[in-house]
């Protein structure tokens, strides 16, 4: 019997955060908050991709910076875990992450679990056979349609070792969960063996957002609605500490967009600097 199934495709906001990536080695003035073109090598998109109305240089300027930010931090963090004598790394909602790519010196010494959804990984990891990065055996793909399945047993059965102190990250997707589910993650990420370390992101409600970033914020939202991937939640910081302390996590701290801006952005002087909505979470078992 003859099929028509499609062929596996990436998720839109997972390509347009790594062309954002990309638009910055090209756009933005040095010093570069992280230079990442693995993206775009994957993506290949039509020439002329620079002007589609969601790579506009300007228009998307403080959205980029945060997205480069949000990079930049998370990277700092493994290298320092890794110094420390941690082997693994857990990247739920990977996307196009370009980690293992741009750093084998550092990945090459932990194993890897991108967790994502069945299309964005199996098309990533034809485009990694395709342009000579190919598929380290430290790198393992865990696919999980998060409706039905249960992300922690499938990253059990890749061979995810619960007695070994892990980092995991999770970027920009608490904003699309619901409360109940953002809960159950943090507690299931409590089994954690002890001396792990979770950085998520979380989105502040538009009201504690800087006056600038407003409008843009309700075109986001508009957008996401429309393409069906509506934002659900939001939360100030005093939420997400109290949250994290009731799951039973330890060694707990917000990182702010002005701590990022502080770290990464002080010594710039073309303006280029994140939006506010993002909030980091730290956390510790």
């Known amino acids: ?46 020439q002329g991709w620079q002007q589609r109305p969601d790579m506009h240089p300007e228009f998307t300027k403080r959205l980029r910076a945060s997205i480069l930010a949000r990079s930049r931090f998370i ?15 857990v990247i739920l909602g990977a996307g196009l992450d370009t980690f293992t790519q741009r750093r084998p010196d550092i990945a090459a010494k932990l194993q890897v679990f991108e967790i994502d959804q069945p299309d964005t990984q199996t098309w990533k990891q034809k485009r990694l056979i395709e342009t000579g990065f190919g598929l380290p055996k430290w790198l393992h793909f865990v696919s999980v349609d998060f409706e039905i399945s249960s992300w922690w047993e499938k990253l059990l059965n890749a061979g995810f070792d619960q007695s070994k102190p892990a980092v995991v990250v999770c970027t920009g997707v608490s ?8 809960i159950s993650t943090l507690h299931q990420l409590t089994a954690l ?3 792990s370390t979770i950085a998520m992101t979380f989105y502040l409600p538009i009201e504690l957002l800087d006056e600038e970033d407003r409008p843009l914020q309700l075109i986001a939202e508009k957008g996401a609605k429309e393409a069906g991937t509506p934002f659900i939640s939001f939360f100030n910081p005093d939420e997400i500490l109290a949250l994290t302390k009731g799951a039973g996590f330890k060694h707990i701290k917000t990182v ?22 993002e909030v980091f979470l730290l956390a510790q078992t």
């Open 175 to 182: 904003l699309y969960l619901t409360k109940d589910a953002i």
């Open 1 to 46: 019997m003859e099929t028509n199934k499609k062929n596996a495709e990436p998720d839109n906001t997972a390509v347009r955060t790594a062309l954002w990536r990309a638009l910055h080695l090209q756009t933005d003035a040095k010093p570069y908050i992280l230079e990442d073109e693995v993206g775009l090598k994957l993506i290949a998109p039509n």
């Open 75 to 89: 990277e700092d963090l493994i290298i320092e875990q890794s110094q420390k004598g941690i082997t693994q790394y």
């Open 256 to 277: 702010s967009t002005k701590d990022l801006e502080k770290a990464y952005f002080s010594n710039r002087t073309d303006n280029f600097t994140p939006a506010s909505g």
């Open 193 to 195: 063996a002890t001396g």
